[in-house]
């Protein structure tokens, strides 16, 4: 039925009813004066005149008076309870009873000859109006519903949301009498439905076969939009912690996909308050084995009774464990509330693994270790043993191992100088040397002989002749070696530890000590020879730490040590001593040369006759030298490869 039409058939209905029912109210008073003239006739009681006066009296009190001065048979309905002023002389009981009728709007009924009086009902008031068009408009290609509602009945848009969807929607006997109010234009079905039952504060609640039930508010309950702008029905009690000054605490859950989840916004709440409200709204099973001291600050949303539990007891020595339905909660060092467990590590070792664990988390926690099987072996709560498995977990992952591949390259460059003239006696020395490449010629007595004597033909100097065993020798020698030394060794280690490479030798130095004991007649000596022994290495450290994408950052320290004499006193030799420290970024596989490490020795000796070996030209022949000047360069290709 259209809109117009509907205010047609009111219109109409006033049109016709309201005249109709002025009239009657106008005719309802002659035709009770009528019956009673009637009835006068066989009750003269009702023409007799009757002198009554009643001061604040009730109708039922002043209708029987009437009826037993007048000898008049009158019953009043008992719903009549009003109190009358009315003062009468000299007026039929007939003309009394139609005052009192127009007066107070009272009705009256004849059974032969007793008169009924009750309160008037207006016959158009007891015509049932036209029913109410309720405006619903479903749209099955979209599955929308358009509603337009005002002060309708709840049963009757119910009735019609049914008919026109084919979607059961059902009322509950306590909302019958329930009116409803809303516009909604094109909303999906169970939207539309959710948001009418919001605004008319009631909920819906869809049952598993399809039926869609329209119900009041629970206790405590009460309508909210959550923090997704949604709308839902959540449970609240207030205050949590009553006693408690400046404290409160709202608690609400409400349902998600058939699971019940616990919201909370508690100020300085009590734990074992919270506990109890969330377990009975829950409908959960729970024994509390210890008294729950403390208070909380929570602001939670939508979250598991479990979850809840650990919010709450995290942080204190209170735990729980669920056994065969039934939370039990209390101490963590209470017997059935520690549990323990196995943890099997697959990358790691557990010797570098325990180390890690912080102190505070191990604090009630037994950990033992399984070395055969690399497992720790966790005793104690629930939440502290989940706590450290999750971090356990996160570290046992994969340990990249780093392979160092070094090839090391010395250069030794050494160049020596030998030059003079020596010359003594000696037995059994012959003539011979080296003249190239360099020379190195010793002359005896009877070669140096036969050198004076060819001489003195050609002066007149007669030099004489040496002594038979006399001998002489001349020096003029360079030499210059250049020797190549390779080493290619290969190290490997795991990330963040050190590969270390060492190479070199060991001398020993002779210490010696007295000691005196001194005694009576005589004091003992006692020599005690202490060997010390010095190093000199190539020592390398390298320290690997692989980050992403493969990249690897290298520390490397590098220590050169080397002894430039050696001592034959038994003195300790000299030591030149290099040391540099680098750090750098390469990618795996990618090779980096090092190089600069140089070593650079001098050495200079001089034997000759004192005096004549220190003038110029003279120190040729009365002395005899070797310079040594040699020169070590070590360069390091490194090369870094990472192994998963």
Known sequence: MSRKLIYLVITFCLLVIIPATLFAQQNRVPIIQQKLDSLSKTVPGLAQKVQLQVVGGSIQTYLIGLSSSNNISISVDPKLNFNINDSFTDVTAANVLVFLIQKYNLDLNIIGSIIYITAYQDPAL??????????????????????????????????????????????????????????????????????????????????????????????????????????????????????????????????????????????????????????????????????????????????????????????????????????????????????????????????????????????????????????????GSADQIKEIDYFVTQLDSLVPVVLIELTMIDFHKTNTIATGISAGVSDSVKTGGTVLPGVDFTFSATSVNSFLTSISKFTSINLGHVVPNFYARIQALEKNNNVDVRSVPKLSTMNGHIAKLSLGNRLYYKNSTQNLYPSASTSTSVFTNTYTPVEANLEILIKPVVSGDDQVTLGITVNVSDFTSTPTDGSPPSQSINKFETSLRVHSEDTILLGGIERNENDLSTSGVPLLSRIPVLKWIFSSRTKTASKLTTVLFLKSTVVR
């Open 126 to 379: 007891l015509v049932k109006a036209a029913p109410k068009e309720i405006s619903a408009q479903y749209a099955a290609a979209g599955n929308t519903l358009s509603l337009s509602l005002t002060n309708d009945s709840l049963v009757a848009v119910a009735r019609k949301i049914t008919k026109i969807s084919g979607r059961n929607v059902m009322v509950p006997n306590s909302l019958q009498s329930k009116l409803v109010n809303a516009f909604i234009a094109n909303a999906p079905f169970e939207t539309a439905l959710d948001k009418l039952a919001f605004g008319n504060e009631i909920k819906l609640v869809k049952t598993s076969d399809n039926f869609y039930l329209f119900q009041p508010l629970g206790e405590n309950e009460e309508l909210y939009i959550n923090g997704d702008k949604s709308t839902g029905v959540r449970s609240a009690f207030r205050p949590a912690s009553p006693n408690i000054p400046g404290g409160s605490a709202q608690l609400f859950v409400r349902t998600i996909n058939n699971q019940k989840l616990i919201s909370a916004d508690a100020t300085n709440a009590s734990i074992a308050s919270l506990v109890k409200q969330a377990s009975q709204q829950l409908n959960k099973n729970y024994s509390v084995y210890t008294d729950l001291k403390g208070n909380i600050d929570i602001h939670v949303s939508d979250i598991a009774y479990d979850d809840f539990l650990t919010l709450l007891f995290k942080g204190s020595t209170y735990t729980f464990q669920q056994e065969n339905g039934v939370y039990l909660i209390g101490d963590r060092t209470l017997e059935g509330l520690r549990t323990f467990k196995a943890i099997h590590l697959q990358n790691r070792s557990i010797d570098t693994i325990v180390s890690m664990i912080p102190a505070d988390w191990k604090k009630g926690i037994e950990i033992k270790e399984f070395r055969e099987q690399n497992t720790l072996l966790l005793s």
